[in-house]
């Protein structure tokens, strides 16, 4: 399986970006995609992932009501759709896929991973 991540980049506070994981090679085999972002000197967190197949969102709490997981699946690719954007959101943004069912929130329970995209939210 292969994840490519994009549609990072700079933004004011308030406003919106979508982040898009195109998955290919294996996509059969996905259960879950998450996304999980690092800034700088901080751990890599947990933000969202949804069920490949559809249904099951789970969120980190900070961004509930802000970010919206959503799936196309004739273009194997999960959409991030971040509103309402705040500085403290800024970090590198990472995709990654889970060919198994649990726990959802671990980065070492994923076994494939994208490239970083990064975003910026300028206040």
């Known amino acids: 399986v292969q994840l490519q991540a994009c549609g990072g980049g700079l933004v004011q506070a308030g406003g919106s970006l979508r982040l898009s994981c195109a998955a290919s090679?294996?996509?059969?085999?996905?259960?879950?995609v998450g996304w999980f972002r690092q800034a700088p000197g901080k751990e890599r967190e947990f933000v969202a992932a949804i069920r490949w197949s559809g249904g099951n969102t789970y969120y980190l709490d900070s961004v509930k009501g802000r970010f919206t997981l959503s799936r196309d699946s004739a273009k194997n690719t999960v959409y991030l759709q971040m509103n309402s954007l705040k500085p403290e959101d800024t970090a590198v943004y990472y995709c990654?896929?889970?060919?198994?069912?649990?726990?959802?929130?671990?980065?070492?329970?994923?076994?494939?991973w994208g490239q970083g995209t990064q975003v910026t939210v300028s206040s």
């Open positions: 990654a896929a889970g060919l198994g069912g649990s726990p959802w929130h671990l980065g070492s329970s994923y076994d494939y």
């Open positions: 090679g294996r996509t059969f085999s996905i259960y879950r």
